[in-house]
């Protein structure tokens, strides 16, 4: 299973920015979605994360500043940011965690995504 991230940039503090990222491959189904980030310096972190039935969870610096949802029919997680600030400043890598098809039966999959450059900076 591949994950294909993308919307990251540079964006002035305040602003806004929305990441999605798309898994491909033989998915029977995916139970978790999510984004970590790592800024430099610093260990990968969790940002937020999704589960199929929509039940989020969100890292304590971007409650109330970012909002992940999914779309389930394809496939996609996104994470709308707003309100950043320089310290949400990293790498972003998506994941997703699920069955894959195998050859003959649902194996365990868990991908990341390629990670996506965020930069809040005036």
């Known amino acids: 299973v591949q994950l294909q991230a993308c919307g990251g940039g540079l964006v002035q503090p305040g602003g806004s920015l929305r990441l999605s990222c798309a898994a491909s491959?033989?998915?029977?189904?995916?139970?978790?979605m999510g984004w970590y980030r790592q800024a430099p310096g610093k260990q990968r972190e969790l940002v937020a994360s999704?589960?199929?039935?929509?039940?989020?969870n969100y890292a304590d610096s971007v409650k109330g500043r970012f909002t992940i949802s999914r779309d389930n029919a394809k496939n996609t997680v996104y994470l709308q940011m707003d309100s950043l600030k320089p310290e949400d400043t990293a790498v972003y890598y998506c994941?997703?965690?699920?069955?894959?098809?195998?050859?003959?039966?649902?194996?365990?999959?868990?991908?990341w995504g390629q990670g996506t450059q965020v930069t809040v900076s005036s």
């Open positions: 994941y997703a965690a699920g069955l894959r098809l195998g050859p003959f039966t649902a194996e365990d999959f868990g991908s």
């Open positions: 491959g033989r998915i029977f189904s995916i139970s978790d």
């Open positions: 999704i589960t199929s039935g929509g039940r989020t």
